[in-house]
């Protein structure tokens, strides 16, 4: 069997996705994830002039050396766009391997290590009591573990909150909008909040909360301490992750876990952070770390070091991410918890799946392969639309991070 051709499908069902279809000459078709919020057509052409060339003629069956041959012939090795990119062709071979084999994919990754993929789902609101209701909201549902974020008293624009809570999407305008930040106010705020957050629901919700890359080491180390009563399941990305050492001073400080990597491309980015335990769950996704294949090698180093997966699990990563996400949670030992945000009524239509949530789990389609396709004349009906994510600026204006 050889690849025949590999189309580059963009489309904007409400937010953009950027999406692989490898089609062999048997007809066998996969697809992978390429998405990166707010660089889309940095992807799409990366893919379109670069990869899909190297990929016609090729044997799908040969996984581990088509990724090696885009991760070393391209010499410029990692970052965000090629690893994106090589993620796609990974996920899609993927899919393609489990059609062939009429298997879905966990059962290649070495069959199942659990019955479903426990999942948290975000609350959030500007106000204390509307964030209880919507942790109500969730834990109706079935979730078992919930991030809680909330505006901050005094400030425009924070991170995870909107107008409607069921949504999330900080890329909103084509040019980056600009919120305000001041950490001292944010310190002064969330402890009360998760204090009052596990009050009201008791020791058994697990509780998360992400302080998206703001603070500094001992900064995040005094919120860790002041979290420590509420027994997180994780404290997420306290710092920026350049620079790793940041983690040996916060850890030296408090046993609130930590959880990083979103951000991350490759195992070199994590392996630090795993190896030196400095962190507990590594929260790198199929999409933005190089695919399925390499998710494995890196929560298979994670495992040697008591660090669990806790899957990056945005709505910027399209269906057919979350798709492959489910199949890897599904077959590793050290698996912590997947992210979830449900997608829109037409990002689902854009994205036909099998996957499904019950009672606080996912449970990835038992269909050969991933489970997931894209309709490509309905994608081809929401065309692209430019869209950044925001900018962070400090109450004196200077820039932060966001
Ligand atoms: O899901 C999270 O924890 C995030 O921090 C989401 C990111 O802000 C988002 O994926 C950026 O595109």
Wanted: one cysteine or more; aromatic letters at 8%; glycine letters at 8%.
């Amino acid at each position: 069997m050889r690849i025949a051709a590999a189309r580059v499908i963009v489309t904007c069902p409400g937010r953009n996705f950027v999406t692989l279809k490898i089609v062999t000459d048997e007809g066998v078709t996969g697809v992978g994830d390429a998405t990166l919020n707010g660089r889309e057509q940095a992807v799409a052409a990366y893919l379109a002039e670069h990869v899909v060339p190297v990929l016609l003629g090729r044997d799908p069956a040969r996984i581990e050396d088509t990724w090696q041959a885009l991760y070393k012939g391209a010499y410029w090795r990692r970052g965000p766009v090629t690893m994106s990119a090589i993620a796609a062709v990974d996920t899609a071979l993927w899919d393609i391997k489990g059609k062939v084999a009429g298997l879905p994919v966990y059962q290649l990754l070495g069959g199942r290590c659990r019955e479903g993929v426990t999942v948290y789902g975000h609350a959030a609101a500007e106000t204390l009591d509307d964030l209880l209701t919507d942790v109500a909201r969730l834990t109706d549902a079935g979730y078992r573990a919930v991030r809680v974020q909330t505006a901050v008293p005094g400030l425009r624009g924070t991170y995870g909150v909107s107008a409607d809570p069921r949504t999330y999407e900080p890329a909103g305008s084509a040019l980056p909008a600009e919120a305000v930040w001041s950490t001292p106010r944010y310190l002064a705020h969330v402890p009360g909040v998760l204090a009052r957050v596990r009050a009201e629901f008791g020791p058994e919700l697990r509780l998360l909360h992400d302080a998206h890359h703001r603070l500094t080491p001992i900064e995040a180390a005094a919120l860790g301490r002041d979290l420590e009563p509420y027994r997180l399941t994780w404290l997420e990305d306290p710092v920026p992750a350049e620079l790793q050492e940041g983690y040996r001073l916060i850890r030296g400080h408090t046993t609130t876990p930590l959880a990083v990597g979103e951000v991350f491309n490759s195992i070199w980015d994590c392996r630090r952070l795993i190896t030196e335990q400095l962190i507990d769950y590594i929260r790198t996704s199929v999409v933005h770390a190089g695919g399925i294949s390499h998710l494995r090698r890196i929560f298979d180093l994670a495992s040697l070091y008591h660090v669990r997966s806790g899957s990056h699990g945005a709505t910027d990563l399209s269906p057919v991410c979350l798709a492959a996400a489910l199949h890897v949670d599904l077959s590793i030992p050290n698996f912590g918890l997947q992210e979830y945000m449900p997608h829109t009524a037409e990002t689902d239509a854009v994205f036909p799946h099998g996957y499904r949530f019950a009672d606080g789990y996912l449970h990835p389609s038992e269909e050969p392969g991933l489970g997931v396709d894209i309709d490509e004349e309905l994608a081809a009906r929401y065309p692209y639309r430019p869209a950044s994510l925001p900018l962070n600026r400090l109450e004196d204006g200077t820039l932060h991070s966001w």
